[in-house]
């Protein structure tokens, strides 16, 4: 068993609203991922975009979690308060000479089939023009999912240079997550698949920063009946914060901890405490469904 400076973990909402069925469940998985291994769980607050956060959003995220039981370690990391951190990234990266301006549009990389071409590596755009990226080699990058297995990118074939500040002067996910997970030395990494493509750029990434690489396991994602993930915009429906033992269940079940078709009766009546308990002490990633989403049933 380890202790707890071997197994650090986090969970990492965007503060784009309530959390809902989708949030509950990559936040449990990585929670009862930590507290099996008596391991840290981290909470970090994705707020780089304000337009798309609602003032109230991050704190109705912590009571939620609250509600369920949800309960993380050290104080909350929130992102908009360390863009000095970002900065100084991208800072050693263009002293490198990786990073290259780039104005192009979003029509231009969609008839690249969503691979960027590079265009704009060579022809030195001032750097207040546009978008800055870095440059990706033409190299595969692999490791090794827990959930999913071997997989493997070559980046400059599948991906292109990627976007580490946007155009509006935003700092990317890509750049911030690998920034921040070596600044909580987070370990390992549960979340969706959805996030499996990234996982390559943030190896390289981290690569190139000297940090080193977490563990990671993707786990399916939570889809509507049009096969969306369940966001805000998809108008997923926000936790019920009175029936939490139930919507845990339901969780626990998508994740396939469950050997047969249902839980055992007595926990339906447990409080969400005795359930966590339960879920950390009976946890196997390895149950946890390798499909890349899963459709929310209507009874969940």
Known sequence: MSNKADYIGRFAPSPSGPLHFGSLVAALASYLDARSAQGLWLLRMEDLDPAREPPAAAAQILSTLDAFGLHWDGPVIYQSQRLSAYADALATLQERGLIYSCDCSRAHIQVMGGVYDNRCRLRRLPPTSGALRVVVPDEIFDFVDTIQGPQQQNLQRECGDFVLRRKDGLFAYQLAVVVDDAFQNITHIVRGSDLLDST??????????????????????VVNDSGQKLSKQHFATPLDLQQPTAQLLAALQFLGQFPGLHPDPHLATALPAELLAWGAAHWDIQAVPKLATIPLQSDS
Do not use: C, D, E, I
């Open 200 to 221: 390559p750029r943030q190896l390289y990434l981290q690569k190139l920063l000297g940090f080193p690489s977490p563990n990671y396991a993707h786990m399916p994602v």
